[in-house]
């Protein structure tokens, strides 16, 4: 689905030069649940933001159902993000002046869906995430858990094929948190493919693979299968 080779991500920030992405290659296939996990400035948000086309590489290749889409102009990413690619982030992201069925309702206006089309699809994805209650209600009215379902049910308002998530998780208690990775399992089952970053090992034992990031590089598993047989022999 896609495939990116030798990325590097800069940031010139005047005197100093940040690498936040370092040669990476990688493969996600359709389907896959995959997490990706690493310290705090490893570059799992930038890699999750490249993946997502919401930022541009510095350098390498990306390829979307073998098509490069670097060199695309930014309307014809614009339009392939808001097609395929559905976003839920740490912070929810809400439009906090508009309402449950607004936020829902917004990318597939983008989409050149009607208004009658939108409202009841709105209406049918929020009462799945369990919100049929909540539909006019304002962000900042509604509790943590429920902007995540909202924020959910937006990100599947175009029947996005990759779901995208930065640890969706990371601002709800642990019960709230696990509503959330139950609906992503399931929409995994159903043949989405989600890449998600966590920090909670848990978490990332759902993924069918796990990617380990440090200083903008992902790490050779087989030099962590090294590192655990190391441990082990007490080395
Ligand atoms: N817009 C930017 N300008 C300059 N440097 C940036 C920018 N965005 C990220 N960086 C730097 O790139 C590196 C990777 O950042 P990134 O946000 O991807 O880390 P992360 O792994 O998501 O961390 P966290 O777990 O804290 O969210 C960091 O050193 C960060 O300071
Ligand atoms: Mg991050």
């Known amino acids: 689905m896609i495939r990116l080779e030798n990325i590097e991500q800069k940031y010139d920030l005047g005197e100093q030069e940040v690498v936040a992405l370092n040669n990476i290659s990688l493969e996600i296939k359709e389907g896959e649940f995959v997490a990706i996990m690493g310290p705090s400035?490893?570059?799992?948000?930038?890699?999750?933001?490249?993946?997502?086309?919401?930022?541009?590489?510095?350098?390498g290749k990306?390829?979307?159902?073998?098509?490069?889409?670097?060199?695309?102009?930014?309307?014809?990413?614009?339009?392939?993000?808001?097609?395929?690619?559905?976003?839920?982030?740490?912070?929810?992201?809400?439009?906090?002046?508009?309402?449950?069925?607004?936020?829902?309702?917004?990318?597939?206006s983008?989409?050149?869906?009607s208004f009658s089309d939108?409202?009841?699809?709105?209406?049918?994805?929020?009462?799945?995430?369990?919100?049929?209650?909540?539909?006019?209600?304002?962000?900042?009215?509604?509790?943590?858990?429920?902007?995540?379902?909202v924020a959910i049910a937006r990100a599947l308002s175009n029947k996005p094929s990759l779901i995208l998530?930065?640890?969706?998780?990371?601002?709800?208690?642990?019960?709230?948190?696990?509503?959330?990775?139950?609906?992503?399992?399931?929409?995994?089952?159903q043949g989405t493919t989600i890449v998600m970053v966590t920090h909670n090992d848990e978490q990332a034992q759902m993924a069918d693979r796990v990617i380990y990031m440090q200083d903008g590089s992902i790490q050779d598993s087989s030099k962590q299968d090294n590192k655990v047989l190391e441990s082990q022999r007490g080395e």
């Open 41 to 59: 400035g490893s570059g799992k948000s930038t890699l999750l933001n490249l993946l997502g086309i919401l930022d541009n590489p510095s350098a």
């Open 118 to 149: 939108r409202k009841s699809r709105a209406k049918e994805l929020l009462t799945q995430m369990g919100l049929s209650h909540r539909l006019n209600h304002l962000p900042t009215m509604m509790s943590g858990g429920e902007q995540q379902r």
């Open 165 to 189: 998530a930065d640890e969706p998780t990371g601002n709800l208690p642990t019960a709230k948190g696990q509503e959330i990775l139950d609906i992503l399992k399931g929409l995994h089952k």
């Open 62 to 108: 990306f390829y979307l159902e073998g098509h490069d889409i670097t060199s695309l102009p930014d309307k014809e990413q614009a339009r392939i993000r808001n097609k395929h690619f559905g976003f839920i982030f740490q912070s929810f992201n809400l439009f906090s002046e508009l309402s449950a069925m607004e936020n829902v309702m917004l990318p597939m």
């Open 110 to 113: 983008y989409a050149g869906v």
